[in-house]
């Protein structure tokens, strides 16, 4: 059985690093595309980095410079390092699978997310 | 950017009812186009993608229809469990979603 397990939120202050992870279990998350989504508390779903198999990373505008995406192989999971936090980054935060190997594709696999809230 | 809009922002439906759901993207997406569902305190779940096939244990009761721009989500006899927020997702060019149309109990 497929399943994706955050963990990592909590609350920090603007400008501080948070490191989120994300364990999966029932497939091999090198061997398939690996996104972040985020929800800002009653807003709708933004689509935030992704991993290729390859290793090749690609970010939405609104994190570029600020988040890297990475993988451990031998832990099976996938992380995602926040730095220079912005009250806009609040939001639960998902992992999720990709159906396709391709610059698009809808999300198989969801994890259940965990929030980061920035505030001081 | 594509930019996705749905429509309406709410709907209010009786439950047996059919419930028609739109999204339209601001440049064709062919038929690059998914649906999901999302409770509250759940993570999205995932009904249709390549506009038109269901995922993996979703009830026929969901079609997707369309492509290019213009997009439908019907649900055909509404259930209590699809009372939820829906979204629709382009993933012809990069990953873009739709703001969501909250289908309610009439």
């Known amino acids: 059985e497929v399943q994706l397990v955050e963990s990592g939120g909590g609350l920090v202050q603007p400008g501080g690093s948070l490191r989120l992870s994300c364990a999966a279990s029932g497939f091999t998350v090198s061997s398939n595309y690996m996104s972040w989504v985020r929800q800002a508390p009653g807003k709708g779903l933004e689509w935030v980095s992704v991993i290729y198999s390859g290793g090749s990373t690609y970010y939405a505008d609104s994190v570029k410079g600020r988040f890297t995406i990475s993988r451990d192989n031998s832990k099976n999971t996938l992380y995602l390092q926040m730095n220079s936090l912005r009250a806009e980054d609040t939001a639960v935060y998902y992992c999720?699978?990709?159906?396709?190997?391709?610059?698009?594709?809808?999300?198989?696999?969801w994890g259940q997310g965990t929030l980061v809230t920035v505030s001081s | 950017e594509i930019v996705m809009t749905q429509s309406p922002a709410t709907l209010s439906v009786s439950p047996g009812e059919r419930a028609t759901l739109s999204c339209r993207a601001s440049?064709?997406?062919?038929?690059?186009l998914a649906w999901y569902q999302q409770k509250p305190g759940q993570a999205p779940r995932l009904l249709i993608y390549?506009?038109?096939t269901r995922a993996t244990g979703i009830p026929a009761r969901f079609s997707g229809s369309g492509s290019g721009t213009e997009f439908t989500l019907t649900i055909s006899s509404l259930q209590s469990e699809d009372f939820a927020v829906y979204y629709c997702q382009q993933y012809n060019n990069w990953r873009a979603f739709g703001q969501g149309t909250k289908v309610e109990i009439k």
């Open positions: 999720a699978r990709d159906l396709y190997y391709g610059s698009g594709s809808p999300f198989d696999y």
């Open positions: 390549g506009a038109s």
């Open positions: 440049q064709s997406v062919s038929s690059n």
